[in-house]
Structure formats: C-alpha cells, structure tokens
C-alpha cells in the first residue's frame, strides 16, 4: 500500500485551550518492535469532554494534542508476528498516551486491536470500541457485583441477573452500551434521558425509561422505595449524579465515569453501606473482541448520531458539545478528500 508523505490532522492547539484547527503534518513512525501498527484511518470518532483532558489530566510525556480516540482503518504495516496484516480491517480505541486519530494515518498497537466485525462498516464500526468497552469494564469489573477481579461474561450473567441498575444518560454513547450489556446480563435497567429518547432507550432494551425532564429521581426513588435499584452507573455526572443517590439501596454501588460520586453525594441522606466507584477504562484487546462476536450475532449495536468530513471538524464538536446527540459523531475520511 502505497502511503503519501503528509496528511491532515486535527489538532488542539495547547492544553489550555479548546480551540481546534486542521493542519498537514508528517505521516506518523511506528516501532515494531513496541507492537506498534500505521493504519489508514477510514472513520474515526472523537469523546464528549475529551478537550478539556489535557488541561484537567496531561500526558505524562508531551504529545502533539490529537483527538478522537476510536478508529477504525487498514493495517498499512506493523510487526511481521502480527494478528493485524497489511490490508486487515481494525478498529480500536488507542491509548491515550499517543495522539489521537483524527487524522489520515495514525498508530494502533497489538493489544488495543480488533478485527473490524463483519457486515460493519467502518463509520458504523468506529461508533463502537469507547463506549462498549468502558460499559464491558463497568459491568465485568468495576461495579463489583460479580466479585473483585474480572470475571467471564457467563460468569456475570449469574451474578447480574435479577438486579436493578439505573443508567444516566442512557441513550449518551456510553450509556447504550451499559444499557445493552446489562440488559444482555440478565440486570433490571432503568435508563434516565430526555424525551425525545425515551423510545430509543426502550429499543436498547431498557425495562423502565425516565424521562428526566419530568421524572425527579429522589421524588420518584421515596414514593416508590420498592424500585430503589442496587447499582448506579452514571455517564453524565453533576447534577445527575447527585440525583442519583437517592435512588440506591442501602449497599448498593454509585459508579461515575464521569468524576468521583462522593464529590456530589447529597447532604441529608439516609443511606448506609453505599460503595462509590470512579474509574477511568483502559483498552484492552480481549474485551474489544468480545464485543465484536457480539455486534456480529447481533446482540448489540452501535449507536451514528452524524457523520462529517474532517474539515467540517468545528460543526462536528459544536453537535458533540451541545450535549444532545444520539450515540457517536464520527468523521468519515472518505469525504472531501
């Protein structure tokens, strides 16, 4: 595969900023030898709040401030050992420590890597690796309702069975996930959104939908104690989170992806043995593939809000910040190119 010289980039212009512009660059080297693969980037799919990571969390060496953390791509070259040959279709979501991809190339390692599913394309693909594997950790091994350590998802299914789960922002990019996965495990969820999605959290499998502009949650969890669920999993934070606490059991979990849940546990409530869980999630290989046998039998999907070429990147963040999307924004390369 024949590779260019320089391609566009997105990037941000220092940590202290959110300003963004698109620049040509230099393609990206790879080590071989650190399991390091250039991948054309087809599609690729930025975070909500990911320009504020830099400021509030800096990489521990300096790096040119890329975003967009999913991908997906061709394997343009990499070790000669590799599961991920030149021309394979991948996806994955990279490591935070190297640049993003919201550029023409960019650099995936082995043990980030999955195979592209099959009949995905990769637009749909790159709506993917994020979301679903933060869900997959949140479920498997942080909530800790299997246990302490990482479990198998058979495994889990006896443990998640039967159990009540509130998911926060359940039609966001993470929160259909959490809301698939729990459902698949066999776990009671009730998904909180806005009204328009109230359907689209119901398709995703979600037994109760709360529509958040009307339904206040501590009203709700005190007039029906019965519903009090056993685990919180909260993908917005603030004052959803906050709202949050009062719909759990007494030793039940609130887990936040968003900032630690005790930073906004309410003042005067009468809980005991609440476990609160923050966690940042890491891309692991194995979890992205067990997502992928299940995309492929069609357990669970994806979510594409939109879809812009790279140079409409201003438009595409303003839809992303705006906080209400459903599911991903995702850059296709392809376009206006």
Not at 69 to 93: C, H, K, L, N
Not at 241 to 257: N, P
């Amino acid at each position: 595969m024949s590779t260019p010289t320089t391609m566009r980039a997105i990037v941000q212009t220092d940590a202290d900023s959110t300003t963004l512009t698109l620049r040509t660059s230099p393609l990206p080297t790879i080590d071989s030898s650190k399991g390091e693969h250039l991948i054309k980037v087809r599609a690729c799919a930025p975070c909500a709040g990911e320009l504020l990571w830099p400021k509030n969390f800096p990489p521990p060496n300096p790096r040119e401030l890329i975003p967009c953390p999913d991908v997906a791509g061709t394997v343009v070259s990499g070790p000669d050992d590799s599961p991920f040959q030149p021309g394979d279709e991948i996806y994955a979501r990279t490591n935070y420590l190297r640049p993003g991809n919201a550029r023409d190339y960019s650099v995936c390692v082995t043990g980030e890597m999955a195979h592209l599913p099959r009949g995905l394309s990769a637009v749909a693909a790159a709506a993917i690796p994020v979301s679903a594997e933060t869900a997959w950790q949140i479920l498997l091994i942080h909530a800790g309702v299997a246990g302490d350590a990482e479990v198998e998802f058979a495994t889990a299914q006896k443990a998640w069975k039967g159990k009540r789960v509130l998911v926060t922002a359940a039609s966001g990019g993470v929160g259909i996930w959490v809301t698939q996965l729990a459902t698949l495990l066999g776990a009671h969820v009730v998904g909180t959104c806005g009204t328009t999605n109230v359907e689209l959290v119901r398709s995703f499998g979600a037994a109760e939908v709360l529509d958040y502009r009307r339904v206040d949650l501590r009203e709700w969890a005190e007039q029906n104690p019965e519903k009090k669920v056993d685990v919180v999993i909260d993908c917005i934070g603030r004052k959803s989170l906050q709202d949050a606490w009062w719909t759990v059991r007494d030793g039940g979990v609130v887990l936040s992806i968003f900032q630690p849940p005790e930073q906004v546990k309410p003042e005067g409530l009468d809980a005991s043995g609440i476990r609160g869980v923050f966690f940042v999630m890491e891309p692991v290989r194995r979890h992205l593939e067990e997502i992928t046998k299940l995309a492929e039998l069609g357990k669970c999907r994806g979510l594409v809000d939109s879809v812009w070429p790279l140079e409409q990147y201003q438009e595409a963040f303003a839809r992303l910040n705006g906080g209400h999307a459903r599911g991903k924004i995702i850059f296709d390369l392809s376009l206006n190119q």
